[in-house]
């Protein structure tokens, strides 16, 4: 059962990079499009949130099962998930009431996205570099 719930936990994880990985499309598609970069956004965030959730729960079932026996591994997925939620949150925010039809601010709100985006990005893929180091027995984070 703990091993399905791991499988789950990260296979999710792939699915949320590929997400991240699609969503940096959305400022070069909607360039021209204020409104649609707008609903693109949104859309993005919902889904952001829904999957971040979705590996949490399935994080926080595996430590359930694991006795919530902490380790510093544990720790780091934790404090990056939280930041991974308020960055976007912070993000969506900002583009929820932004004037999207004045053309600088629509530009630098595009950029805004992919850098975050990317920032993001790095997280995640941090975080499957340090398992699969950890998994190897390079490093140990017990
Ligand atoms: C609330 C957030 C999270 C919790 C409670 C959590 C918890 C866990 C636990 C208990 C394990 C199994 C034990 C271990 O290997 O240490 C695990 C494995 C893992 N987690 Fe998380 N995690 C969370 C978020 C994340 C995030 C945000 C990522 C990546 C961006 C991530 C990536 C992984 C990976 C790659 C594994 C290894 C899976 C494998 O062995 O195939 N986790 N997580």
């Keep these: 059962m703990i091993e399905q719930m791991i499988m789950a936990h990260s296979i ?47 994080g926080l079932v595996i430590m359930a099962m694991n006795d919530f026996h902490w380790t510093l591994s544990v720790i780091v997925m934790i404090i990056v998930w939280a930041l991974l939620m308020y960055i976007e949150i912070k993000k969506y925010k900002l583009i929820k009431v932004a004037n999207i039809e004045d053309e600088t601010t629509h530009k630098l709100l595009r950029g805004a996205f992919l850098k975050i985006s990317l920032v993001q990005i790095m997280l995640v893929v941090m975080i499957v570099v340090l398992k699969i180091m950890e998994a190897k027995g390079v490093i140990s984070l017990s």
């Excluded at 997400?19 to 952001?48: D, E, Q, R, W």
């Design 12 to 58: 999710l994880v792939k699915i949320f990079l590929v997400f991240l990985l699609g969503g940096l499309f959305i400022p070069f598609v909607t360039k021209k499009n204020p409104a649609g970069f707008k609903k693109a956004s949104f859309i993005y965030t919902m889904s952001f949130q829904a999957l971040a959730t979705m590996i949490a729960f399935t």
